[in-house]
């Protein structure tokens, strides 16, 4: 059972009587209320129908939906609630230095000169200290020599921090830990960003083709144009056949070769083919 104080508990006892409910249902609808900071509420209270949410001065939905009768009662429910936990002592304090406090950081760092939170995650800054409670557990770092200006947190929910300092952006993970056993890694949601296996894989598609486009497999070349056997040129320049068309047929074989071996590209085999086509 939750722990109240003498002033919280008589709210309750008096709120279950007055609306015929169990004091643990009071109860329920009073932890879901000073979970919303007393302005709103989740709650499951099967002598209410069931889930619902409600929202000072805004709409009150149950698992009745067309029960208005139900959704009024809910809401004054709601709304007593909440003026009793700003007007008393409801909950007992908690210590300080403990999870679920205010200064839940331990009291030996003193008073941060900033603090604050980003869903389930709160840190406060302290000269040379950074302390991060996840979920209760609290891990305090030593900022070494940096001049933290501000934390952020990543989107999506993660447990990633940064801060900034005149070093720029910095992980908060890469500081030395005082006490606690820091934040978990980060998953990894960067998913264009290539494996290890896929950067050996393109790393090897990459590489250059065992035969150059002009060279056979056994290392000689396809096409000389240096004035040997194939081809050699006129006093203009211009490009003259001296090769049969049986030559260049079998030099297409060898590029076709080439290509079903994957040292050519498409590209690059037709490219050769048509040139060497044109020759003919």
């Known amino acids: 059972m939750q722990n109240l104080t003498p002033e919280g508990l008589n709210l309750v006892n008096d709120i279950a009587q007055r609306y015929n409910l169990s004091q643990a249902a009071v109860i329920h609808m009073l932890v879901a209320v000073n979970n919303g900071g007393g302005t709103m509420a989740q709650f499951n209270c099967p002598e209410l129908g069931g889930s619902g949410q409600w929202m000072r001065g805004g709409m009150t ?11 009024m009662t809910v809401d004054n429910l709601c709304n007593e609630l909440a003026n009793g936990l700003a007007n008393m002592q409801v909950f007992p304090p908690v210590p300080r230095g403990t999870p679920g406090s205010n200064q839940w950081w331990p009291q030996d760092l003193g008073s941060p000169f900033s603090s604050g939170s980003q869903n389930n995650i709160r840190y406060a800054i302290f000269p040379n200290r950074l302390a991060v409670e996840l979920n209760g557990a609290v891990t305090v770092y030593d900022t070494l020599d940096h001049q933290i200006g501000g934390v952020s947190q990543q989107q999506g929910g993660n447990t ?48 250059p083709p065992p035969a150059s486009q002009n060279q056979s497999q056994s ?49 690059e085999f037709y490219s050769k083919k048509n040139e060497l086509l044109s020759r003919l």
């Open 160 to 207: 990633s921090l940064t801060f900034s300092s005149q070093y720029g952006t910095v992980s908060v993970s890469s500081l030395p830990i005082v006490s606690g056993k820091g934040l978990p890694p980060a998953p990894q949601t960067n998913f264009a960003a290539p494996s290890s296996n896929q950067s050996a894989s393109n790393s090897q598609n990459n590489a």
């Open 61 to 71: 939905m149950v698992g009745d939906m067309f029960n208005y009768g139900l959704k």
């Open 219 to 267: 290392g000689q070349p396809l096409s000389n144009n240096s004035g040997s056997n194939n081809f050699d040129q006129n006093s203009s320049g211009q490009p003259r056949s001296s090769a049969s068309a049986n030559e260049i047929l079998s030099l297409i074989e060898k590029l076709a070769s080439l290509h079903s071996a994957g040292a050519l590209t498409d590209d």
